[in-house]
C-alpha cells in the first residue's frame, strides 16, 4: 500500500528496524554462488554487532568511512551499521587505480578505510601500502599519515592479516566493548538530515566531487523508486549493478528496505550468475544498466533459463536501446520493467516510468516526475521554463536534491540555484503528459555502460604525457557500452606514437572503463570563428571514423 504522505522524517536505522519488526523471518540478503542467506533479523543482529564494533574502535559522529570494495556481502550491512552511529558512508568507484584513490582520500578528509585484496588487476592493500607507507610501522589506531592526515583507521575485509590493518573480525569481537545504553543514545542524537552517504562524481572541471546525501536524500527516494514498481515484501530482486553506484544502494537497497524486499546479490556481474541467480531464487525483479541486459539477452544460453518469476525491475544507468528494452519485456518476462533518469546530485531519481504506462512511454521516455519532485525544463539561456516539446536542460527541486559538494560551496552553487533548482547538464524535452525525453547534454560527460566519464578529466591526465601536445576527448557511439571513449590527439613536431602508446600511459593509472578506446592522431581541431573547439563536431567525426563501435558484437 502507498503512503499517504509523501515524504518522510526517519533515519536509514529506524527504516531498517521498522522492516525487521515486520518480516523478521523474511530473506533480507542471499548469495546464490554461496550459499548465503540471512533473515531480516540476522541481517540487523550482524548491522549491530558491526555499528557498536566501529564505536568501540572509536569511528565517532560524522566521521567517513570509505568503502572500497565490490559487492561483498559487508557492503550493505556497512551501509546500515555506519547509518546507525551517524557515520557518513563515503562509496569508492572499484575501478579506482593509484590517483583516483589518493584524490578521494584526500580530498574527503576520509578517517576510516575498509577494503578488500583488491577488484581485477588492482591490489587495494598494495595501492594504500604505497600512498601510507605509515601503515606498516605505526600502531594501528594511531595512524599518523603524512599524505592523509585525517586517515585513523584502514578495515580489512576479509581473513587474512595485514600490518596496520584491523580486521572485520577483530571490529565484530570489540562490539562487547559498547554498552547498548550508549548505541542508543547515538542513535537518538541523529537527524534525518544528517549526511550519511557522499558519493564521488565527476565533474566538467575534470576532478570528481563528493556528493552529501541524507537520510531523508536516500531514504525517501529509495521508497518511491520501489513503490513506482509496485515492490512488496513478496518481491525478491537480482541486484547485479555495483552498490558503490546511486543504482546499487539506493535504487536497489533502499527500494528494498523501504518494501521488505529480499536482495539477491552478485558479488560482480556476470551474466551466467545473474540468470541462475533469476531462476533459482525465483526472482521478480532485476536490475541493470543496458549492456547487462545486452550480454544475458544474447548470450548463447539465454534460452536454457526459465525467467518466468520476473515481473519488473529497472533497465538505467545509460540510455535505453529501445530494441533490448522491448527484448526484455518479451523475453525475460519483464512486462512492468521502468526506467529511471537522474543523477547523483538527486539522490538520484528524478523521473521514472510507471507500470501501466504506454508501451511508448516505457520505451522512449524517462518518465515523469517522481512524487514532491518538480521537475522542469528550462532555457539555458534565460532560465525561464521551456514550452512544451521544446527542448531545454532538465532540472528539479524537492526533498531529493543533496545538501551539496562536501568542501565546495562554489561548485555547489552552480549545480543548485538560488530558487533550490538542481541543473542536471542533460537536455531534454517534456511533452503534454509529463513525460521527460533526453535527447542530449549541456556538459561533455560521457556515458559508457551506466559509468559517467568526464572527457576534461582524462585530458588532464594525458597532457602529462610526452610529445602530446593537444587532446580532445569525446563520446564514441557504441552499440554494446552506449559510448566508448575516444581521444583526438594533437602530437608535437617530429613526435610519432602509436594509440597503443596512448593507452599504456593511461594503464594502471586512470580506471579501465576512462581509458580512450578509440584514438585518432589529428593536425587541428574544427574550431568556431572565437578559437572555441567544436566538440559536437569531433562526436560526429568519431562516429564517422569509428563505425565499428557500433557493430553487433559476437554472442558470448
Known amino acids: 500500500m502507498v503512503r499517504e504522505n509523501p515524504t518522510r522524517e526517519a533515519t536509514l536505522g529506524q527504516l531498517l528496524d521498522e522492516t525487521v519488526a515486520k518480516w523478521p523471518n523474511h530473506d533480507a540478503v542471499v548469495y546464490v554462488d554461496r550459499d548465503l542467506r540471512l533473515s531480516w533479523r540476522q541481517f540487523s543482529d550482524l548491522v549491530d554487532e558491526v555499528a557498536m564494533g566501529l564505536m568501540a574502535l572509536g569511528v565517532k559522529k560524522g566521521e567517513k568511512v570509505g568503502i572500497w570494495a565490490n559487492n561483498v556481502p559487508y557492503w550493505v550491512v556497512l551501509m546500515f551499521a555506519t547509518a546507525k552511529i551517524g557515520a557518513v558512508l563515503l562509496t569508492v568507484n572499484t575501478h579506482y587505480r593509484k590517483a583516483e584513490i589518493e584524490y578521494l582520500l584526500k580530498q574527503s578528509d576520509c578517517e576510516n578505510l575498509v577494503l578488500i585484496d583488491g577488484f581485477r588487476d588492482t591490489d587495494y592493500v598494495g595501492t594504500m601500502y604505497e600512498l601510507a607507507p605509515e601503515l606498516k610501522t605505526m600502531e594501528r589506531g594511531r595512524l599518523k599519515c603524512e599524505r592523509f592526515p585525517h586517515l585513523k583507521r584502514v578495515i580489512f575485509l576479509g581473513a587474512e592479516k595485514h600490518r596496520g590493518m ?14 547498548p545504553e550508549e548505541y542508543e ?60 553506484h546511486c543504482f546499487g544502494c539506493v535504487l536497489g537497497v533502499m527500494a528494498c528496505i523501504n518494501h521488505g524486499v529480499a536482495m539477491v546479490l552478485l ?16 526472482c521478480t525483479a532485476v536490475y541493470g544498466v543496458p549492456t547487462m541486459f545486452i550480454s544475458m539477452l544474447e548470450h548463447k544460453l539465454f534460452k536454457r533459463f526459465d525467467f518466468g518469476s520476473l515481473r519488473t525491475g529497472i533497465m538505467a544507468g545509460s540510455p535505453c536501446p529501445i530494441e533490448f528494452m522491448k527484448r526484455a519485456m518479451n523475453e525475460m518476462n519483464m512486462r512492468e520493467i521502468t526506467i529511471c533518469y537522474g543523477l547523483t546530485e538527486g539522490s538520484p531519481v528524478m523521473t521514472q516510468t510507471r507500470i501501466g504506462d504506454s508501451i511508448r512511454q516505457m520505451t522512449e521516455t524517462v518518465g515523469r516526475a517522481m512524487p514532491a519532485i518538480e521537475v522542469m525544463i528550462k532555457d539555458p539561456e534565460t532560465g525561464q521554463e521551456s514550452p512544451r516539446n521544446v527542448v531545454g536542460e532538465i532540472c528539479c527541486r524537492g526533498y531529493n536534491v543533496m545538501k551539496g559538494y562536501y568542501n565546495n560551496p562554489e561548485a555547489t552553487a552552480k549545480a543548485i540555484d538560488m530558487d ?42 594525458l597532457y602529462r604525457m610526452e610529445g602530446l601536445l593537444d587532446v580532445q576527448v569525446v563520446g564514441v557511439p557504441s552499440r554494446k557500452f552506449g559510448e566508448e571513449v575516444g581521444a583526438f590527439v594533437i602530437l608535437k613536431p617530429d613526435v610519432r606514437m602509436e594509440p597503443e602508446d596512448v593507452q599504456d600511459f593511461c594503464r594502471g ?31 560526429e567525426q568519431a562516429a564517422k571514423m569509428f563505425p565499428e563501435a557500433m557493430q553487433e558484437p559476437p554472442k558470448v
Open 166 to 179: 584491523y580486521s572485520m573480525h577483530e571490529v565484530q569481537a570489540m562490539s562487547v566493548m559498547t554498552g
Open 185 to 244: 543514545a547515538r542513535q537518538k542524537s541523529l537527524s534525518p538530515h544528517d549526511v550519511v552517504n557522499m558519493q564521488y562524481t565527476s565533474g566538467t572541471t575534470g576532478f570528481p566531487k563528493g556528493v552529501q546525501l541524507t537520510h531523508y536524500n536516500i531514504g525517501n527516494n529509495g521508497y518511491w523508486i520501489g513503490a513506482n514498481q509496485h515492490f512488496s515484501e513478496k518481491d525478491r530482486l537480482c541486484l547485479t549493478v555495483p552498490l558503490f
Open 267 to 282: 558479488e560482480n556481474f556476470d551474466p551466467v550468475m545473474a540468470m541462475t541467480s533469476i531462476e533459482e531464487e525465483k
Open 420 to 461: 533550490g533548482w538542481l541543473h542536471s547538464g542533460d537536455l531534454g524535452v517534456m511533452d503534454e503528459d509529463g513525460y521527460v525525453t533526453v535527447t542530449g547534454r549541456l556538459k561533455d560527460m560521457i556515458i559508457r555502460g551506466g559509468e559517467n566519464v568526464y572527457p576534461r578529466e582524462i585530458e588532464e591526465y
Open 509 to 539: 593509472q586512470i580506471a579501465r572503463y576512462k581509458i580512450p578506446k578509440y584514438i585518432a592522431f589529428v593536425e587541428a581541431y574544427p574550431m568556431t570563428a572565437s578559437g572555441k573547439i567544436q566538440k559536437y563536431k569531433l562526436r
